[in-house]
């Protein structure tokens, strides 16, 4: 729920983006069109206006393009972190190509109500604007998080003064959403006694306690000289299980995993944030999850006739419900209800450990090619993986991707014997990956998740593309399960 409401604040913020920009840009034409042959005496005439087709496709183009010229200057990234000053920077940036674009288009269009005082008053209007508008909100935000909402968990190894310092100094700038669980650190003993977190394990534990709490992030304290090795340690811990670390600037940054500076004003010290993949650093992720929510949101609708008859042949042919909930396991290990169209018998769970001994994959996986359990309609949906179907709304809620690894159950995350493994909660799982078109569940475990961390490590807006095409024929032709 905290990464849906997150994710609905950003296509929030796309719409109010939008529409300042389409309120500026009628209010530049009406007042300082001074060389224009239009005779506008206030804004609601600019909507009176005859709209003709070229009106329709440029206006569409240029709110197509607009968010797009935002993400390329990391507008659509966490903003809690950034500086005023930096993020209005950021904004007139933006602003600028997209008034440089706005002037190509209204020359090759032709637009006599788009001229050069236009568009200096444009650009100037709607950055200011944009910037009270993302500025009041971030206030609202501001005051969300001092009242406990929209948090992220965070340990920090290191109970020394510098440990209590930072603790002393989230707890005052609760605006920033940092809910503390506690320290780490080698001994107990090291705690200040009216420090209000508690400790949580020893340094050599930590990689016990990450693999069974939520953690989003970590901030080392530790003073370098004598922790070098613990640190690389923790920093080791960290990357294979996909949670983000901050060290002190002055650190070193000779592990795989990327690093970025982060000036989050705390203390006034800066940080290096050390992460998996190209999820934090990539321009375009916001794509991605405007992508799921559209074509999800489409599919949805086309496939409503399907969901019908499905429906109706499941309960019509076995005793029980429609749909198949399970807790699977998702981003940072965080758990969700995962929908799938019931292909069993009602009380399959509870007969698992009958068939155990069927298991024909190895690792934590467990499948079973002919499964006693399945029902006459659910072999026909797992063969075509129309039982899949459902998890659109997954999508849609923003508890899976599209494409990304496989949501788990508990049982078969219990049973990871490797720690790298783990990395594969660093990202949203999805309906489909590289497991699907490269032999799916015929593939051996090892190197299931294998494919796994070269989707994270490798990710991309095309990659994605390239999965989905591939993902059609190799349901069409039924190798395997999804």
Known sequence: ??????????????????????????????????????????????????????????????????????????????????????????????????????????????????????????????????????????????????????????????????????????????????????????????????SQYPYLCNINKLREYLGKHVVDGIFITLPMKSYYNKISDILEVCQECGIPVHLPINFFNDHKMKVKSVDNGLLDTSFILHYNGKMEQSMYIYLKRTIDVLISFILLGVLSPFFLIISILIKFTSEGSIFFIQERIGYNKRKFKLLKFRTMVENAESLQEEVEHLNQADGAVFKIENDPRVTRIGKFLRKSSMDELPQ???????????????????????????????????????????????????????????????????????????????????????????
């Open 392 to 482: 659109l709304i997954n999508v849609f809620a923003g508890d899976m991707s599209l494409v990304g690894p496989r949501p788990l159950p508990k049982r078969d995350v219990n049973m990871f014997d490797k720690e790298w493994q783990k990395r594969r909660f660093s990202v949203r799982p999805g309906i489909t990956g590289l497991w699907q078109i490269n032999g799916r569940s015929q593939t051996k475990f090892d190197r299931l998740i294998k494919f796994d961390l070269e989707y994270i490590d490798n990710w991309s807006p095309w990659l994605d593309v390239v999965i989905l095409c591939k993902t059609v024929p190799v349901v069409l032709s039924k190798r395997g399960a999804m």
């Open 1 to 194: 729920m905290q990464h849906l409401k997150r994710k609905l604040l950003f296509e929030i913020y796309r719409l109010i983006d939008s529409f300042v920009m389409v309120v500026s840009l009628s209010i530049s034409i009406v007042f300082f069109s001074i060389d224009s042959q239009l005779d506008l005496r206030s804004p609601l005439e600019f909507f009176t206006l005859h709209v003709n087709m070229i009106n329709f496709v440029l206006l569409g183009l240029f709110i197509v393009i607009w968010p797009v010229n935002f993400t390329l200057f990391g507008l659509y990234q966490s903003q809690r972190y950034i500086r005023d000053r930096d993020e209005f920077i950021n904004i007139i940036k933006a602003v600028s190509l997209s008034t440089v674009l706005l002037a190509i288009f209204s020359t090759i269009f032709e637009r006599q109500d788009i001229v050069v005082s236009t568009l200096v008053a444009f650009c100037c209007i709607c950055s200011l604007l944009t910037f009270l508008t993302r500025l009041l909100i971030k206030r609202v935000l501001f005051q969300v998080r001092k009242h406990g909402r929209n948090l992220r968990n965070v340990v920090i190894v290191g109970n020394r003064h510098r440990g209590i310092e930072l603790a002393e100094e989230l707890i005052k700038r609760k605006e920033f959403g940092f809910n503390i669980l506690g320290f780490a650190d080698d001994e107990e003993s090291m705690a200040r006694k009216d």
